[in-house]
C-alpha cells in the first residue's frame, strides 16, 4: 500500500543515516529535476537524471547519445539495456557508495527488476519510492512552458518560476531554450509512454511497502518542505 504523506508523517532517522536509494517516481514534467536538485543538496548525494545522462551524451556525440537520440526526440522510451548498462556503470562510482537518487529510472517493469538486482549486489535495501502525483493537465502545462539553459542547466517556468528577464537565465545570463522533446507532438508520446509503462510501476513498489504518495501540485517550495521532511528524525 503506497503511504499518503501528510505533515507529520516521517521515515525513521535509520533512514538518513544507512546508505539507500531513493526513486523519484513521476510523469513527464511531475517536477522530478526540480526536487531531485534540492533533495540532493539536503541531503548531499548524487542527483541521477537518466535523462540528464543521455542529454549530454546526445550532446557529446557519443555512440549511446547516437542510439538514444531519435527515441527521445520522438518522445519514446530508449531500450532497457542501454538505459541498464548506463545505470549500472553510474551507480558504480565510487561517489554512489552513500546513497544516491534516481531521477527518472526505473521507467519500465524490467529495468525495475534490474534495478533490484543491481541494489542486492551493492548490499542496499529496498529502495525508498517517491511518487510525485500531477494530473495529465497540469503536466502539459508544465512541460510546455519549460526553459532550460543550456549553460547551467537551470530549469524555469514561463508561468511558474519565470526568470527575473525573460529568455534569460538569473544565474549566467546565457539565452534559454526549449527542450526538443517539449514539442506538442514529443509531450503527447511521453505521456503515453508513461502511462503504459511506467505508471504500473507505482502498484510493483507499492506491494514492497516503501512508496510515498505525494501531491505533486503544490509549489516547488512547499512540496520541497514536504518531501525534507521525509527524511527529518520523527
Ligand atoms: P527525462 O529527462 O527524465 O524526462 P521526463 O521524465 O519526461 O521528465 P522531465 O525531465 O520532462 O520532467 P521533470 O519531472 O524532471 O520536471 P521538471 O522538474 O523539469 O527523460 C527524457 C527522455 O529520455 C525520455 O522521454 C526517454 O526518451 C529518455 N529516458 C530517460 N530515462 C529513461 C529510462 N529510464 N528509460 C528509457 N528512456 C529514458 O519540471 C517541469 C516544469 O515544471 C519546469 O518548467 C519547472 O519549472 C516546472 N515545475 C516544476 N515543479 C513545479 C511545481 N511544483 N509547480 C509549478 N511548476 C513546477
Ligand atoms: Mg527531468
Ligand atoms: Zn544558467
Redesign the pocket.
Known amino acids: 500500500m503506497a503511504n499518503r504523506v501528510d505533515a507529520r508523517q516521517t521515515v525513521t532517522a535509520e533512514n538518513q543515516r544507512t546508505p539507500q536509494a531513493i526513486i523519484l517516481l513521476?510523469g513527464?514534467?511531475?517536477?522530478?529535476?526540480?526536487?531531485a536538485r534540492e533533495i540532493c543538496s539536503h541531503l548531499e548525494i548524487p542527483h541521477i537524471?537518466?535523462?540528464?545522462i543521455?542529454r549530454s551524451n546526445i550532446s557529446q556525440q557519443t555512440p549511446l547519445g547516437q542510439k538514444a537520440k531519435e527515441?527521445?526526440n520522438r518522445?519514446?522510451?530508449?531500450p532497457d539495456d542501454l538505459?541498464i548498462d548506463m545505470v549500472r556503470d553510474r551507480i558504480g562510482q565510487a561517489d554512489c557508495q552513500g546513497g544516491f537518487l534516481l531521477?527518472?529510472?526505473?521507467?519500465?517493469l524490467g529495468?525495475a527488476k534490474a534495478l533490484g538486482g543491481l541494489l542486492q549486489d551493492k548490499r542496499l535495501g529496498s529502495p525508498m519510492v517517491i511518487n510525485l502525483r500531477v494530473s495529465t493537465e497540469v503536466l502539459v502545462q508544465?512541460?510546455s512552458?519549460?526553459?532550460i539553459c543550456p549553460s547551467c542547466q537551470r530549469?524555469?517556468?514561463v508561468t511558474?518560476?519565470p526568470p527575473l528577464r525573460s529568455g534569460i537565465c538569473d544565474t549566467d545570463g546565457a539565452a534559454l531554450q526549449q527542450r526538443a522533446?517539449d514539442r506538442e507532438e514529443a509531450i503527447r508520446e511521453?505521456l503515453v509512454?508513461y502511462d503504459e509503462q511506467t505508471a504500473p510501476l507505482i502498484g510493483y513498489y507499492g506491494n514492497e511497502g516503501r512508496l510515498f504518495d505525494v501531491n505533486?501540485e503544490?509549489?516547488?517550495q512547499l512540496?520541497t518542505s514536504e518531501l525534507t521532511r521525509l527524511f527529518e528524525v520523527a
Open positions: 513521476g513527464p514534467g511531475a517536477g522530478k529535476g526540480t526536487q537524471s537518466t535523462g540528464d543521455l527515441y527521445m518522445g519514446d522510451l530508449v538505459i531521477d527518472g529510472f526505473p521507467r519500465t529495468q508544465r512541460l512552458g519549460r526553459r530549469t524555469y517556468h511558474f518560476q522533446d511521453r509512454a505533486g503544490q509549489t516547488p512540496l
